[in-house]
Nanobody
Framework: QVQLVESGGGLVLTGGSLRLSCAAS????????MGWFRQAPGKERELVAT???????YYVDSVKGRFTISRDNAKNTVYLQMNSLKVEDTGVYYC????????????????WGQGTQVTVSS
């Protein structure tokens, strides 16, 4: 059974940091592109960052220079290091995976986690 489990969310003050983790099981992790999406209350889910199977990262403009996506294929885990957090970063963060990188980029991945809540307070 393919499964993604996110962790690391929480409540943090503006300017603080959090590191999200997403542990994958039931798939050949190294062959999958991975991504992080988020959904704020009352808004649609949006792309945050992606990482290819080869380790190349992509970020949306709103998080460039503040967030870093990385992967550890030995641990079947993808991370999202979030620094200089802003109130507008608040939302449920979802991890996703697909063999097709474009599917991840477009939010049409085959596998999704259950999400972890990130709340940034001023």
């Amino acid at each position: 059974q393919v499964q993604l489990v996110e962790s690391g969310g929480g409540l943090v003050l503006t300017g603080g940091s959090l590191r999200l983790s997403c542990a994958a099981s039931g798939l050949t992790f190294g062959t999958y592109a991975m991504g992080w999406f988020r959904q704020a209350p009352g808004k649609e889910r949006e792309l945050v960052a992606t990482i290819s199977s080869g380790g190349s990262g992509y970020y949306v403009d709103s998080v460039k220079g503040r967030f870093t996506i990385s992967r550890d294929n030995a641990k079947n885990t993808v991370y999202l290091q979030m620094n200089s957090l802003k109130v507008e970063d608040t939302g449920v963060y979802y991890c996703t995976a697909d063999r097709n990188y474009v599917a991840v980029l477009r939010g049409r991945s085959e596998v999704w986690g259950q999400g972890t809540q990130v709340t940034v307070s001023s």
